[in-house]
């Protein structure tokens, strides 16, 4: 057997070279917070076999702190994005029937903390998810690649992610429409490499993270 050959990880450098990739708008972005939202959300959802998928948490910052997130779940077709906060019971329960759903590839990266944290905020196990990096280190990639590394080896393009938006207050009941961006397109990101990855490759079903 032939072995698989090494492929090198793009460096920051590197990506920062690249032109920009080109940002899902708030035009294509629904913020859900209530039951009502969260139905209609999921049967839009479920029209599409592959979502592309992340949470995001509120930071901590002491060296024994637990968190009590996710306080936010991102799912994604590559038409638009629905961000998800999670204060309402309601809303809640929509999105841990849409995580435990057999018949719906959840796909984003380094997803194994997510779902250990939806185990403890929702009580479902989530089902059918993919981890992109696995996918890539069947191709040979030795390194996590992360979104911004993704994106830049498929699309030669340079993913935009705010450092602010990313360390921001997530439990907060009044979203910035910078951290509604920032959700979304992480998510939007991850669907738009699944599919890609799908066009040229057999790509893992599912429940790789």
Known sequence: MTPRPHLPTPNKDEIASLPAFPL????RITLVNNAQGAREAAAAL??????????ESRPTFLKDQVS????????ATSDRAWVFQLHDPGCRDVVAQLLGHEGHTKAGFGLRDDRQRIMAKLGVSAAKVLDL??????????????????VAVLFGQRFAKSKKAATSNW??????????????NDAWAAALVHQALMANTSTPAGDSA
Do not use: C
């Not at 009590?68 to 799912?75: A, K, S």
């Not at 996918?135 to 993704?150: C, H, I």
């Open 171 to 184: 439990a907060a009941r009044q979203l910035s429409d910078g951290q509604i961006l920032y959700a979304a």
């Open 133 to 150: 990096n696995h996918v890539f280190r069947e191709k040979g990639y030795r390194k996590d690649m992360g979104v911004k590394a993704a």
């Open 24 to 27: 899902l708008g708030l035009d």
């Open 46 to 55: 479920r029209d599409h076999p592959h979502w592309g998928f992340d949470t």
């Open 68 to 75: 009590d997130g996710p306080h936010v779940v991102q799912l």
